[in-house]
């Protein structure tokens, strides 16, 4: 339970002159709830974008479950086991709620397209299995009633959620979430927190979260790494990072520290 | 939509079957815009699928129709006399021919999707018309193919069964596709390919797929134009061709199996209407080049519809904006 | 000096000549998509109406001038087209792509497309579908270049070439003077760099986005008439074949960016005439598209441009 499952080695990303992300290594373990904060511009969600493959790392190494996630296609990524949510809402729009979670079980499916198009028993059974999934997974998070509006209508609440549930249905062992807490109320970030906390007891996830309000992060992560300018500052429990000079410095300046 | 949309098909294959025995008692011209409606079906609804559900937009479709055509013309000629000349033998010979055709189209269409898949919207659509041109320009250059004076002699074996039959085919196939957990891929492309990839969803996989069943049924509409007409040349299927089954794509709406056969169907007998409207007495001079020359008309329709209604007849417009 | 030598030279100037129009056409398209990012499919259509008021207001203004072909005849010519195609491109933009800023991507550009093939075949509707013949506005013949020049003097270069280096030139130093050194010209940049930043520092969009595609429309107006000059052969499907090659010099050299439009439309002219003079000149058209998909394949911000990174 606590072998490293994310590990990233002076990981490094170079865009021209500017090093967005400078030798950055950090483990989550399986089952971890690791915070990744920073001022703006930090790095954070470049990190993620590295992890998930959507850029390559200049440098360095990052490896999921052991073997080496540099290089590989988003999708096969995902497909090792790491599932994200984005910054901006990335719903797939003109997609229903249900619709937008079973495009996630796409990747699962063990029939191909000559069953899709014949659609005998096995396509009906496989379909049959696929929608029951989709609908469990969209009891547990409340949003059965609206499985057949489009992903639009929802609340913003309701569409961070979709986008998680979303995720989930790619049956990950890491989740990453890119600021989940951004434009939510402060009842919706207390509501936030408890989902984070019960999804990650109920699919025994590891999960890496992005995120700027500090009640959040300090709240719910066992354990914060942040980042200033692309490198790691500082690493620890929450208490610890909350006395931390540096981080005070950066985030407030160097005369506050 | 399971059992269903194979019963369905086969109503659809039995009653082309039972109106084609009929279709001898059919007026002529009447006949002709049945098969043309029947062939720009095909056209339309595999168009749709690259452009409408997978949002890979491609104005090279002509192409497709072009390799399929010339494809299944040169198979038929060359072993028209081998095979005889029972009912058995030619049928056979056309249905190899036509599928060859669909094979060679599709080939086509993985070359064009491949190159294709880095590039952005407005890069991509002229990436396919130059593939387009350049299928053009391969045929126009070679002497088994008729070159620029063009192939004929084919033997009209198209007919209504096999026009419709085929529709109906494509139709099924499509919608099936589309409408599975497998064909939600394409959906999911076209909204937000960064997020499909994030979702586990082979994003090359799709689009060249889109590409490949798209030119394989163009490729199969373009050999029943050919035994249809009997005749075809290379300026047949240029850029105004492919912008033909654009238009229908857009009226009918990007995306709605439904709407693209009824602008499908609207848009063959269109051009008719306006040759029959060009010829009344009491038109005045002015307007009769109006009513002959289409592409005014259609491009004063591209630009209305997309500014008033883009969505189309039966579309709905809910692709998200994707930033430059 | 060697024979071979001279052919080359030769080909050289001719296709310095022809990339020169190429490059003020492709200038239009790279302006309009710095400001708008969006590519105007029927800029090539503004070039062959440029030629065709050429046309019409040439023999009245030919008569102003003195009667027949002059320099300053031909001047006038010159600058009514000019402004005739920068009304006509300020009011193509306002009737069809101003009512659709915000709209998804897909619809402008098959809106784009509608305008050029409007374009195309209500001028065949107006002008009539065959090809006509452009007045002559100044003599064009070949200039004698001395024997002392020696084995150069068996280069044929005409007046027409030689206006069109002049006019480019000219022209291209007034559109960097107004780039560089004008309000307007700014404001033109900072749109294209971050249009949301630049409205809210007062420039108005609207404003300038006009005067970019008048802009635009004005030197493919006067690629019109520079063409006619040496071709008098004018059509109305003229801007098809033109208008993409120039698509492809202004990819070439990177979309969005100015001096690489330039050098986009000269390197595409020399390519064009080396292959027509070396190799076969029925591969003209399909070496310009096989530059087109090699530049998108291997660099698709072109040889000036700087890569866009969609942002996750």
């Not at chain 2, 689009?207 to 290379?234: C, D, E, S, T």
Request: aromatic fraction near 10%; hydrophobic fraction near 50%; charge should be positive.
């Amino acid at each position: 339970m606590n072998a490293p499952l994310l590990q990233l080695d002076q990981a490094t990303m170079q865009f021209g002159g500017l090093k967005c992300v400078c030798d950055l290594s950090f483990i989550v373990t399986a089952g971890g709830l690791v915070g990744l904060i920073g001022p703006n511009g930090a790095g954070k969600t470049t990190v993620f974008n590295l992890i998930t493959g959507v850029y390559r790392p200049t440098a360095g190494n990052i490896t999921f479950a052991g073997k080496s996630v540099v290089g590989h296609r988003p999708y096969r990524i995902t497909s090792r086991g790491i599932a994200r949510t984005f910054q901006n809402i990335r719903l797939f729009g003109s997609l229903t709620v249900f619709d937008n979670v079973r495009t996630a079980c796409n990747m699962h499916l063990r029939h191909g397209i000559s069953h899709a198009l014949m659609r005998g028993p096995k396509f009906a059974a496989e379909n049959r299995t696929t929608e029951n999934f989709v609908e469990e997974l969209l009891q547990i998070f409340g949003l059965t009633a609206a499985r057949d509006e489009p992903c639009r209508s929802l609340s913003y609440g309701g569409q961070r959620r979709l986008e998680i549930v979303r995720a989930l249905a790619t049956r990950p062992k890491l989740l990453l979430l890119d600021e989940p807490a951004a434009g939510m109320n402060p009842t919706e970030k207390i509501e936030l927190m408890k989902l984070i906390r019960f999804t990650q007891e109920k699919f025994g996830l590891a999960v890496l979260l992005v995120e700027h309000d500090m009640k959040v992060v300090m709240g719910i992560c066992e354990r914060i790494i942040v980042l200033d300018y692309g490198r790691k500052i500082a690493e620890g429990t929450p208490t610890e990072i909350r006395a931390d000079p540096k981080v005070i410095a950066a985030y407030l300046g160097k005369e506050a520290a | 939509m399971l059992e269903r949309t194979k019963i369905l098909l086969l109503a659809a294959v039995l009653a082309s079957a039972a109106i084609s025995f009929f279709a001898g008692s059919i007026n002529p011209y009447y006949y002709d815009i049945l098969i043309s409606i029947g062939i720009n079906i095909i056209l339309a609804t595999s168009l749709n699928l690259v452009n409408g559900y997978t949002g890979q937009f491609s104005l090279g479709h002509a192409g497709f129709m072009a390799a399929g055509a010339y494809g299944s013309a040169w198979l038929t000629l060359a072993f028209g006399y081998a095979l005889g000349t029972s009912v058995a033998g030619t049928t056979a010979l056309f249905v190899f021919a036509l599928t060859a055709g669909g094979l060679i189209a599709a080939l086509a269409g993985l070359a064009v999707g491949v190159p294709s898949l880095r590039l952005r919207g407005d890069y991509l659509a002229i990436v396919t018309l130059g593939f387009n041109e350049i299928i053009k320009s391969v045929i126009q250059n070679a002497e088994p193919l008729g070159a620029q004076r063009g192939l004929g002699g084919m033997v009209a074996h198209t007919n209504f069964f096999w026009t419709f039959a085929l529709a109906a085919l494509t139709v099924y196939v499509v919608l099936n596709l589309v409408h599975s957990t497998y064909g939600s891929g394409f959906l999911a492309v076209r909204d937000d390919e960064i997020a499909a990839e994030a979702m586990g969803i082979n994003t090359t996989k799709y689009k060249v797929l889109a590409f490949v069943i798209g030119a394989f049924f163009a490729g199969v509409a373009g050999g029943l134009y050919a035994h249809f007409k009997q005749f075809i040349h290379p300026e047949g299927f240029n850029f105004l061709r492919s912008m033909d089954i654009v238009v229908m794509v857009i009226l009918g709406g990007m995306g709605s199996t439904i709407g693209v056969c009824i602008a499908a169907v609207l848009l063959t007998i269109l051009p008719e209407g306006l040759r029959a409207l060009a010829h009344l007495p009491w038109l005045p001079d002015w307007l009769r080049p109006i009513a002959e020359n289409r592409m005014i008309l259609y491009s004063l329709l591209l630009i209305i519809l997309m500014i008033t209604r883009p969505q189309g007849l039966f579309g709905t417009l809910g692709w998200k904006r994707k930033k430059a | 000096m060697p024979d071979q030598l001279i052919e080359f030279l030769q080909q050289l100037i001719n296709g310095l000549a022809q990339g020169s129009i190429y490059a003020l056409i492709a200038l239009g398209y790279t302006l309009v998509f710095g400001v708008l990012r969006f590519i105007n499919f029927a800029h090539g259509d503004v070039f062959m109406l440029g030629a065709f008021a050429g046309l019409y207001t040439a023999p009245k203004l030919l008569a102003l001038c003195g009667g027949g072909p002059s320099f300053p005849g031909a001047a006038a010519v010159l600058v009514v087209a000019m402004f005739i195609c920068a009304a006509l491109g300020i009011l193509i933009e306002k009737l069809c792509y101003r009512p659709l800023r915000g709209r998804p991507h897909l619809t402008v550009l098959i809106t784009a497309i509608g305008v050029s093939l409007f374009l195309e075949n209500a001028g065949q509707y107006v002008f009539g579908a065959d090809p006509q013949s452009f007045p002559e506005i100044i003599t064009d013949r070949a200039l004698e270049i001395p024997e002392t020049w020696g084995a150069l003097s068996s280069l044929t270069i005409t007046v027409g070439q030689l206006l069109v280096f002049g006019v480019t030139f000219f022209l291209l130093l007034g559109l960097r003077a107004i780039v560089l050194h004008t309000r307007t010209g700014m404001a033109m940049r900072a749109l294209s760099f971050n249009p949301v930043a630049a409205s809210l520092m007062g420039v108005n969009t609207d404003v300038v986005i006009s005067f970019t595609f008048g802009l635009g429309s004005a030197l493919a107006g006067a690629a019109g008439i520079l063409t006619s000059i040496q071709q008098p052969s004018i059509d109305p499907l003229m801007g098809v074949n033109i208008g993409l090659k120039a698509f492809v010099a202004a990819v070439l050299g990177g979309i969005g960016n100015i001096p690489g439009a330039a050098l986009g439309g000269i390197l595409i002219g020399v390519l064009e005439a080396l292959v027509v003079g070396y190799i076969n000149p029925t591969y003209r058209d399909a070496i310009v598209f096989a530059v087109l998909i090699l530049i998108l394949l291997i660099k698709p911000s072109g040889l000036l441009g700087k890569p866009e990174r969609e942002k996750v």
